[in-house]
């Protein structure tokens, strides 16, 4: 059973960054992170695979979000910059499938373990 532990979620005001951490997973595995805002489904934000770190980004994030990983740390990374209120929600980090290493993609059934989130709040 693999244990993820997302942080670095917190309030922040609109145009500003955070920078979200995972815990956990190892150098192979692809991580995708997601967000959840009230009232709202799930949906995907970032990925990057474990084979050779391609990376992909929803399109509302482009050029704002960068992932990223430290193998020595097992620590995924998720910076967060220009900030705004569509932004906020709890994120998660989730471990992609243990057998395809090279997935990358924002099918949530995809993903086999999935940290606790983490809040974001962006003020206006």
């Known amino acids: 059973q693999l244990r993820l532990v997302e942080s670095g979620g917190g309030l922040v005001q609109s145009g500003g960054s955070l920078r979200l951490s995972c815990t956990g997973p190892?150098?192979?595995?692809?991580i995708g992170w997601f967000r959840q805002a009230p009232g709202k489904e799930r949906e995907g934000v970032s990925c990057?695979?474990?084979?050779?770190?391609?990376?992909n980004y929803t399109g509302s994030v482009k050029g704002r979000f960068t992932i990223s990983r430290d193998n020595a740390k097992m620590t995924v990374y998720l910076q967060m910059n220009s900030l705004t209120p569509e932004d906020a929600g709890i994120y998660y980090c989730?471990?992609?499938?243990?057998?395809?290493?090279?997935?990358?993609?924002?099918?949530?059934?995809?993903?086999?373990?999935w940290g606790q989130g983490t809040q974001v709040t962006v003020s206006s």
């Open positions: 190892k150098t192979y595995y692809s």
């Open positions: 990057i695979n474990g084979y050779d770190g391609t990376r």
């Open positions: 989730a471990v992609g499938p243990i057998t395809a290493r090279a997935y990358c993609s924002y099918y949530a059934g995809a993903y086999e373990y």
